[in-house]
């Protein structure tokens, strides 16, 4: 793809570098912690998805909140723009530079500060690993919130900034309803405490609300405080197959009604997406036997009794086989069945990158229509590509990924508009759960009014006067 930062121009009134800048930082932060190593920075400036690439000169690595405030106090007095990086798994350009951006990474500021044994809300700092939160969460009897495939490397601030919903989702809900506080430091320093560990606390605009979301654009996240749901015991894994889409929608409103409390994962994926994986991923099967399902969905439940939970499912599984809304099933006999069956789900994405180049589109859609875009995209490209529709079919959320063996110019362009202008016109959010980043920043006028796009800059530029906090992303330029 290149970088989008062809058509982009540097902002003329960023400084660049000099070696004052680099005295002044590592005075401030210790020689190891300001990275010019070529070899780190080629990664810090490469997107996971290696389409994006900046040209970055310098990394730092804060350790405290207050050098996060003296960097950026530093920086906005200098217009030295900025890019806040946390696991760079990002997958809209959001977490890379686009041009010099100076690359602060949170990484090192991985501490948990407390957790709350009744209430079950954690406070910690924003470069914890998502999953290294949920290992220590669940020796406290809880776990976290949220599950995302690339949870061994993301961190908690940049859930938040992103605002990440992931696979539990349907169950536990948007980070906008478990973040209970938030610390975030400002471009000029200062430092916002918004730390509250209340579940009720209505006193004035809540604007830890702004942060989530915000991709590095308003300020860095430094501290969260989450509430996370007690550990239950009771977990059980079901993969089935169906033979339509119009099954699939179907055994989500069976779910939701007849599993009720217990549901607590409804994902799905294509014949193309299991395609896709069994051609790319070693030791990946299908744990059905091949025949001409075109759908498979997970279904997880969890809850507190393992009879209970079990007669459930197995009533829902069988009353669904009886009424042909499923074709076939297996229900995982132990962890390790359960963690094979994830890996299907989970490895689509992994499996994208081997195979070519990835047009990814991560959409909200009503159920009903979700899956027509896909089939709609497949008569636009015939053979020339491979297109893909799996996600978290539980909230409506489809990422729609199309794979070609080189990027494709005439491709690319039989895709956008056109994907974007669908969306919109069936009333979709052209970022459900990724956020607009560099890709989609000039893209969001298909999902939102022109008027609360213009309210949005006048937050930014109230926030982040010189517009050093992750320039050219979010919002138009
Ligand atoms: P980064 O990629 O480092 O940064 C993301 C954005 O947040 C950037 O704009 C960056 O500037 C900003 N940022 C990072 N840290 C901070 C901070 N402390 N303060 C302020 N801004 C900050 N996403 C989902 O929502 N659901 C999924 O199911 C999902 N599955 C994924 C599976 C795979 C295999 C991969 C590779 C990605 C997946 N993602 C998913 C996307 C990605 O993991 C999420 O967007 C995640 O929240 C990014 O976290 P990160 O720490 O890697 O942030
Ligand atoms: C997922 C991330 C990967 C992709 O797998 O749920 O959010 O390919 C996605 O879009
Ligand atoms: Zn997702």
Redesign the pocket.
Known sequence: FGSASTKIQRNPLFATITSDDISHFKELLGEKNVIQDRDRLLTANMD?MRKYEGSSQLLLQPRSTDEVSQILKYCNSRHLAV?????????VG??VPVFDEVIIN?GSMNNVISLDKVSGILVCE?GCILENLDSFLANQGFIMPLD???KG???I???V??N????RFIRYGSLHGSVLGLEAVLANGSVLDMLGTLRKDNTGYDLKHLFIGS??TLG??TKISILTPPRLSSVNLAFLACKDYLSCQKLLQEAKRTLGEVLSAFEFLDSYSMDMVLTHLEGVRNPLPPSTYNFYILIETTGSSESYDKEKLEAFLLCSMEGGLISDGVVAQDINQASSFWRIREGI??ALMKAGAVYKYDLSLPVEQLYNVVNEMRSRLGPSAKVLGYGHLGDGNLHLNISTPEYDDTVFAQIEPFVYEWTSKHRGSISA???L?LMKANKIHYSKSSETVQLMASIKKLLDPNGIM?PY?VLPH
Not at 83 to 91: H, I, R, S
Not at 164 to 167: E, H, K, P, W, Y
Request: charged share 10%; aromatic share 2%.
């Open positions: 996971w890019v806040p990086q946390g696991g760079n798994t990002g997958l959001g977490s949170i924003a995302l495939g690339a490397s993301c961190q601030g940049g859930n900034s992103t990440a919903g992931g696979l991709e590095g860095i996240i994405a992994e759960e990724h956020g980043g992750n992303k």
